[in-house]
């Protein structure tokens, strides 16, 4: 009897080892609304975005607000050509940016220590919760942490919160997201942008490039 339960327990912590889930991979495509803040809520916007996981790309648009002003961003990263462009539709002017980065808030990253599930919403009504799962790790050329929170089906982003010393928190939530894109030229600069050259400066990673418009 003993034998048998101590084998009950095994293969139970053998199966929830088994079940523990892995970093999982974004769709292809999605189109949603985005919000941020960063400097502990210092700086908020809110907009939309696009991500293109094929060719590992995404565009941010969206308006900022800050002492009582706002003002509209448009922001295209290339993570497999290295490259972001900040882009000014009013006038017609394009920055062109080395991007060197290993996080994008997009994906888990494959190295990500899984930190738990839980029901966002609640259980106590049919389809009234979501189960997402919480991820953590750290990025360590910018000596940043962070906390993923992704949907357990689908694998979509909900929530992203990134520390670092001497900058605090960055916070985005990610909603009304759909599997698809309607505009793939979303991921095309615009004319304006096309023989722009790259800024003489250092290289620029992710969070700093959003700490930067926002």
Known sequence: MKLLVL????SCLALKGCAQPTPCVSPPWITGGISMSTKDGAKISSGI???DGWG???????????????????????????????????SQTC????????????????????FGQAIMGTTSVPAGGVLVNNWVGEITEIQANYLLVFSEYTCLPITVLIHIPDQGWTAMSFFNQVLT??????????AFCQNVASEETDSID?????????
């Open 49 to 51: 975005f696009a991500y």
């Open 181 to 190: 894109v309607v505009d793939p030229s979303e991921f095309i600069p615009p």
């Open 206 to 214: 992710f969070i700093r490039a959003i700490q930067s418009i926002i």
């Open 7 to 10: 084998l009950s327990i095994c």
């Open 95 to 114: 920055k062109k940016k080395t991007l060197e980065t290993s996080f994008h808030p997009m994906q888990v990253p494959p190295n990500s220590l899984f």
């Open 56 to 90: 590992q790309q995404v565009r941010f648009k969206s308006f900022e607000a800050e002492h009582n002003t706002t003002h509209f961003t448009d922001l295209l990263m290339n993570f497999k050509q290295k490259v972001l462009y900040e882009i000014d539709h009013a």
